[in-house]
């Protein structure tokens, strides 16, 4: 599967083309041969799409470090492990920070006393 995104509405949210294979090594190989031809066209370093999607506010910490335990997972074991501990922190810390904001959005509209 390959898609494109067309800047501003991409994984990153830079001012780029950003082109996504997503299948086994022979069609992936396959793709960027058929590609290479063009010269401003090269593959993302590791871990680069998800820096820049942090970087731009796309995505939080908690998400960036859950892609990283997901996609450094050998085993389908650990994947799922990845996968349920991903969801188990983004469950808390969205209740948390839910939380907060709820506090914070009260306290904006009380007027001081005196």
Wanted: proline share 4%; glycine share 4%.
């Amino acid at each position: 599967m390959a898609v494109f995104f067309h800047a501003p509405n991409t994984y990153t949210s830079r001012n780029v083309l950003e082109l996504h294979v997503h299948s086994g090594r022979a069609v992936t190989s396959a793709v960027l041969s058929a590609l290479s031809h063009i010269p401003t066209l090269r593959p993302a370093e590791p871990g680069e799409f998800n820096r820049w999607a942090f970087e731009s506010g796309r995505i939080d910490m908690t998400e960036a470090e859950g892609i990283r335990d997901l996609v450094d997972a050998e085993t389908d074991v650990r994947r799922k492990l990845a996968l349920r501990s991903a969801t188990v922190i983004h469950i808390c810390l969205t209740a948390k920070y839910l939380s907060l904001q709820q506090k914070l959005t009260l306290s904006s509209y009380q007027r001081p006393s005196g």
